[in-house]
């Protein structure tokens, strides 16, 4: 089992760039998450998905953009990439609304 | 808005001590989870808590959900090199119905 799978691990990008972080799950999860982690400050949550073609805003929305076209897929979308977006980004899965989550092993990106 | 606090933010102790980690929330919550994450990976889920006053066990770690459903602790017995790590409390609050994090509590134990 693969499980949750984000791909790039590492990144840099420039001011003004865009790019779009990748996020795939084969456990047949309905419920998909983007969240950010910077230091000292915990798990944000930018994004969330309850299922195929519904998508929600989180804590911290702004600047990026997602899509849910399949259960599989949740790609996190950096339109204009600035300084304060340069964090490690984790994509997460769970099978309900309360079950434990499963997370990917993160992308590290750096805006300069 | 619920106000989530983990304590303490850092803590370093030596091979065979114990240790606590408090959660405290500002709101009652329906359940709770604890996930541990290592450098360079995601969070990996170590339990949920759903019953006020419920303990539970997982080996050398011990989990309580508070009787008011508005705080947990991770008490961990003779920690090894191997419990290091950043250890975070998520609950789960009905209003909103996503997990909230904690900012973490960073645990380092030399050997």
């Known amino acids: 089992n693969a499980g949750v799978t984000q791909t790039p691990k590492f990144r840099i990008l420039k001011i003004g760039q865009s790019m779009t972080l990748q996020c795939t799950q084969d456990m047949n999860h309905n419920y998909m998450y983007w969240y950010r982690q910077d230091p000292g400050m915990g798990l944000k949550l930018i994004y969330y998905?309850?299922?195929?073609?519904?998508?929600d805003k989180g804590e911290v929305p702004n600047g990026y953009n997602v899509s849910r076209s399949t259960t599989e897929d949740f790609p996190l979308r950096l339109e204009l990439a600035a300084p304060s977006q340069t964090s490690v980004y984790f994509c997460?899965?769970?099978?309900?609304?309360?079950?434990?989550?499963?997370f990917g092993s993160g992308t590290r990106l750096t805006v300069v | 808005t619920q106000l989530l606090e983990q304590s303490p933010q850092f803590l370093s102790i030596q091979e065979g001590e114990n240790l606590t980690v408090y959660c405290n929330s500002s709101?009652?919550?329906?359940?709770l989870q604890w996930y541990r994450q290592e450098p360079g990976e995601g969070p990996v889920l170590l339990v949920t808590?759903?019953?006020?006053?419920e303990v539970k066990k997982l080996k050398r770690l011990t989990f309580q959900f508070g009787d008011a459903r508005k705080d947990s602790s991770l008490h961990i017995t003779a920690a090894q090199p191997g419990d290091t790590g950043l250890y975070l409390c998520a609950p789960f609050y009905n209003q909103g119905g996503k997990l909230i994090f904690g900012q973490g509590t960073e645990l380092s134990v030399k050997p």
């Open positions: 808590v759903v019953t006020g006053g």
């Open positions: 998905s309850v299922g195929a073609g519904i998508t």
């Open positions: 997460a899965s769970s099978y309900r609304q309360v079950g434990g989550y499963t």
């Open positions: 709101s009652v919550f329906s359940s």
